[in-house]
C-alpha cells in the first residue's frame, strides 16, 4: 500500500488506463457482474465522458477507479500505478483520486472552508488556508467560506464540492453525474464553467452523465456504456 | 406536525373545547407540583439545615455522584459508540443476531445487575471459585478478586446496564448516515479510521449527547445499586436523611442539589435534539458493512458479544440458574413473593391507565390548539419533564401536596389516616408522572400521521368532536397507544425509589422485595423476584430492536448502480 502523496505536492495529471475490467455486487442469489470488458484510455489532462442510461454501470465503474468497489477481472491504472486488479487494491484515501459526488455530499458539520480544506490536513496551518482561498476564488465562492452546507444554493454547493475535490490537486478527478440535481439554466451555466475550471488546472477528468449535450459540451472524450461495456470512445471535435 | 395541520381546520371543525385544554394544562402543572414544592421545602427550612449538609453531606456525596456520572458516562460512550459502529460499519458472524442483541442490557435495572454481580462475585461464589481453582488456591485468604464495592464496581455494573441508551442512539444515526460522506472523506486521503473519526463521530455527536443524558439521568435515578455497591451518592443522601433521620427538610434541600444536575443534563438532551438534522441533511444510501474475514471477522464477534454476556447474559443465567436451583429444591414460592406480584401488576396496571389517559388527553389537546394558542406544545412539554425527575426527587416533592390533599379529604370526608397514600393513590400518580414522556411522546407521534381530512371527513358525517376521536382516532392510534402502555407498565413493574419512598405500609413490589432482600442480605427469593422483572423487562426491548433499529435498508442495500 503506497502513503498518499501530500497535496502540496500538485500531483501532475495522470493518464488513465482500464483493460478487461469485469465489476459484480453480491446479491442472494450470487455475483450479478454490471461491467465486464470494459476497456478505456484517457491521455493525461484531458476529461473523459460515460454516457449511458440509468443502471448501465457507470457510476460502477467510477466508485471502481476511485477505490470503493473491488475488481473482480482486468486492471486499472492510474499513471504508472496498478491501482486495482483482483489481487491488488490500493486504499481510496491513497489513490490520489478525487470523487465528486451526484450528491455533493458536503460534510453538513462543517462550513464551506472546512469542507475545502478537508483534504489538506497534511499541510501546514497558512498553506492549507491559502489554498482554500485559491480554491474558493476559483469556483467563484471567496466571500462563501463561512456558509455552511444547508446556507448555499444547490449551483453552490455543486461548485464547492468541486473545490473540495480539486484543493488536494489529485493525479485524477471523477465527477459522478454533477450536473443532475440542478435546474436547466444553472445547469448549462455550470457545465461550462467547471470545464473551464478543470481545463485551467490541465485536470485529467471522468464525468458521468447521461445527458449527451452535456457531455459533448464538455469532454474531450466520449463512450456510450452498453451492456456493460464502453462503445465507440472517440475524441470529440472542439 | 400538530401546529400546521391544525392550523388548516376551519374554525367550526376544530374538535377540542376548553376543557381539553384545561385538562392538559392542569396535567402538566401536576407534572411541575413536585419541583415547586420541593423548592417551598427546601427553601422554608432553617439556616442551620444548609450549613450542616454543606459540611458534612453534601460534599462527600456530591463528589461520589459527580465521579460515578463521569465514569458511567465515559463508559457507556464507548461500548455504546463502539458497538453502534461495529454493526454498522463492518460484517461479521452472528452480526445480525448482534444488532439486537446489545440492547438486551435495557431488560436489567441497574440494582438486578447489581444484587446478580455482588453475589455472583462473592468471594465464596462460583466466579471466584472457579478461578481459585484454575490458580491451585485453596481459600479466599490466599486469593480473591478486589471487592466489587466500590466505586469502580458501581461504574462497571452501571456501565453494562446503561451503554444501550447510547448504542441505540448511535445506531440509528449512523443507520441514517449516508455512505458517500465516508466515501467523500476517503476519496480526500482519509483513512477508515480517519472518516470515523472526522466525519461520523462528529455528525453523530447529538444523537451521542442524547444517550448519555439518558444514561446519566438513569444513573441518578439509581438507588438500589450504589446503596448495594456502597457508594453514597445524592440518590442515596435523599432517601437515608428522610427514612434514617427523618429529615424532610434536609432531603428536599439534598433533591434540590440533585436537580441542578438533572436540569444540566435535560439542556444537554435537549441541546442534542436541537442539532439532529444532521442525521439526514442529505440523500440517503446506507453505509455499507465491510465483510471482516477471519481472526478480524471472530476478533469483532468476540468484542460486539462481550457487552452482552456481561450486561446481560451473566446475571440474567445467574438468576435463572438460582431461580431453578430454589424451586427444584422444595422451596417454592412464599406467599410473601406472590402478593408482591400481585402487588407489581396492579401498581403497574394502575399507572398504565393513568399515564395513558393522561397522556392521551395532553397530546389531543396539543395537536389541536395550534391555531388559537401561541406556544401549543408547551403543556406537552412541561408534562414530558417527568422523566428526568429522579425518583427519590420525585416522591419527596410529592409528598407535602400529596399530605395536604390527604388531610384535607380526611377531614372532609371522616376518613381514618392518610386515605390517598394508604390506597396507594400517590404512588401511582408519582409513576405517572414519571413515565408520561412515552404516552405523550407515542401518541403525539401516532397523532401527526393521521390526516386532519379523517377528522373532518368525520365531522361532516354527523359525529361529535369526541366522537371521531372514538370511532377515527382510537382505533388508528391503537398501535401508538399499545406500545406506549407497554413502556409504562414495564417500567412501573421495574420502578424502586419512588416505590420504596411513597408505598403504603405492608405494600411490597417484586423490586422492594428484591431490595429488602439484598439489604438483609439474604437472597433466598430475591433472585426468583429479579427473574421475573427481567423477563417482563424483554418485551419493550423486543418491541425497540423491532421498531427502532429495523434493518432492511442497511442490509439490503442496493446496489451503487
Known sequence: MSPPLPPDARTAPADLRIARLRLAYDTPRGPHTVVDGFDLALPAGRIGCL?????????TVLRAIAGFEPVREGEIHVGERLVSSPTVHVPPEARQVGLMFQEYALFP???????????????????????????LALVGLGDMAGRYPHELSGGQQQRIA??????PAPALILLDEPFSNLDGATRERLTAEVRDILRAAGQTAVLVTHNAAEARAMADFVGVMHG??????????? | MPGPLASRLPAGLRPVGPLWRGASVLIALGVLAPVLSLAWLAAGSSLAHWTHLLAHVLPSAALNTAVLLAGVGAMVLVIGTGCAWLVTACDFPTRRVLHWALLLPLAMPTYIVAFAYLDLLHPLGPVQGVLRWMLGYDSPRQWRLPDLRTMAGAIFVLGLVLYPYVYMTARAMFMTQPAHLLEAARSLGETRWGAFRRVALPLARPALAVGVSLALLETLNDIGASEFLGVNTLTVAVYTTWITRSDLAGAAQIACAMLAVVVM????????RRHQRFGSAQRMRAIRPRPLQGAAAWGACALGWLPVLLGFAAPAAYLAWESYKRLSLGGGVSAGLVASLANTITLALGVTVAAVLAGLVVAWAVRHTASTVRTPRWPARLASLGYALPGTVLAIGLLTPALGLDALLARSLGLPGLPLMAAGVVLVAACAIRFLAMPVGGIEAGLARIPPALEQAARSLGETPLGALRRVHLPLLRPALAASALLVFVDAMKELPATLLLRPANFDTLATWLYAEAARGTYEEGAIAALAIVVAGLLPVAWLARTQLALPHVDALPAPE
Open chain 1, 51 to 59: 454516457l449511458g442510461p440509468s443502471g448501465c454501470g457507470k457510476s
Open chain 1, 109 to 135: 458539520h462543517l462550513d464551506a472552508a472546512g469542507n475545502v480544506g478537508f483534504g489538506l490536513r497534511r499541510l501546514p496551518r497558512a498553506a492549507r488556508r491559502q489554498r482554500v482561498r485559491e480554491m
Open chain 1, 162 to 167: 468541486l473545490a473540495r475535490a480539486l484543493a
Open chain 1, 228 to 238: 456493460g461495456r464502453l462503445k465507440d470512445w472517440t475524441a470529440t471535435q472542439d
Open chain 2, 265 to 272: 443534563l435535560v439542556l444537554l438532551e435537549q441541546h442534542g
